[in-house]
């Protein structure tokens, strides 16, 4: 099956970029960065995930038998042999629908839902970066809890619920991570940063604003569009472009995702013009960030992810979302996905082909 890749414009990128950038900003030198990349490539095994994929190998040997260069866990797939990319760093970015700061909540089912979720991929070997955009609504393995904290049960949901069973911080993000790694065949994710959605007026703010044109008519606490008009999107207006959605309309998550799209594509574009001429931004919107902002990894970490990523490059082919079909379950829409498209966009970028 070829895998039909549905380009993301801007998806995340922006963000992803300007949250290393500003994280970094609190201090980069050469040694930190050395540290940085020792404490990212100590922390994740891809073990597990070799073991799972070998498990989907269409047959252990090709029909001109093996290349000389193959190893135990390489996986035969259409005609070729691909072998795990041991260098690849992976972190997962997640949007949350929570408008104030950063607090630790006592109730253990209120840690928030995750609107926006996606994997950052940087591959040393091609300096390439990739990203999957993974919608709200994916149907996963959740691990569910009581009020209390008390584990209940491991069932599939929608995957936007997994970090709101914790406490709206590090432990919702780490069960978050966990579930998204679960379903990428045990792949390891070596950070993770959530931010919270109150902080998308105040970044938006700092760069004097954005324009888009409308992608549709929205009438909401006074926000007011007409699909196709310009408009140039201010304090609450940026939020409320970027997280209204009729729930009563079908597929309103996904024309949800493309107004963040547009919007993700023209913020990187005012942010890039702003530090332009303002060279204290960055530190500007990592002082406004890190009070909304959940995040495992560390300066030293950023700051060696900002000296490589500047030399990374990526293209429309590198940016995908998740293959499936949406259907109306007994109360909310649920997410399917092509478990076969998965496996091949799991190959695509994770895994590289083994020649002789």
């Not at 900003?25 to 990212?40: D, P, T």
């Not at 310009?230 to 009729?246: N, P």
Request: with cysteine; hydrophobic share 40%.
């Amino acid at each position: 099956m070829k895998i039909r890749v549905r380009i993301l414009r801007a998806v995340g990128i922006a963000l992803v970029v300007l949250t290393i950038f500003t994280l970094a900003a609190v201090g980069v030198f050469a040694g930190v960065r050395e540290s940085g990349r020792k404490k990212l490539y100590g922390q994740a095994d891809g073990g597990q995930m070799v073991e799972a994929m070998s498990g989907h190998s269409e047959e252990e040997e090709g029909p001109d038998g093996r290349p000389s260069g193959w190893q135990e866990g390489d996986i035969f797939f259409r005609g070729k042999y691909y072998r795990y990319n041991e260098d690849i760093l992976t972190f997962l970015f997640l949007g949350i629908d929570k408008m104030q700061e950063v607090a630790p909540v006592k109730n253990g089912i209120d840690g928030g839902q995750s609107d926006a979720i996606f994997l950052l991929v940087l591959d040393p070997h091609g300096k390439e970066i990739h990203v999957i955009g993974i919608p709200r609504d994916t149907m996963a393995e959740v691990d569910v809890y009581t009020k209390d904290g008390e584990f209940k049960e491991r069932s599939v949901r929608q995957i936007t619920l997994q970090h709101g069973y914790g406490d709206g911080a590090e432990l919702s993000c780490e069960r978050s991570r966990e579930a998204v790694s679960r379903l990428f065949y045990n792949l390891p994710i070596h950070g993770y940063c959530a931010i919270n959605m109150g902080a998308i007026p105040l970044i938006n703010d700092a760069v004097g604003g954005v324009d888009v044109e409308a992608l549709e008519s929205i009438r909401f606490k006074g926000f007011r569009t007409e699909e196709g008009e310009a408009v140039h999107l201010e304090g609450m207006g940026s939020y409320h472009y970027l997280h209204y959605r009729d729930v009563t309309s079908f597929n309103s998550a996904g024309q949800r995702l493309e107004r963040q799209k547009q919007y993700l594509g023209a913020y990187a574009a005012k942010a890039v013009e702003a530090m332009k001429t303002d060279i204290t931004l960055p530190v500007t919107l990592y002082r406004t960030l890190s009070r909304y902002m959940v995040t495992d990894i560390s300066a030293d970490e950023a700051g060696y992810l900002a000296s490589q990523i500047l030399g990374y490059h990526f293209d429309s082919g590198n940016l995908y979302s998740l293959e499936g079909e949406t259907v109306m379950g007994d109360r909310f829409e649920e997410f399917y996905i092509d478990e076969a498209a998965l496996y091949e966009l799991v190959l695509k970028v994770f895994y590289e082909e083994v020649t002789d």
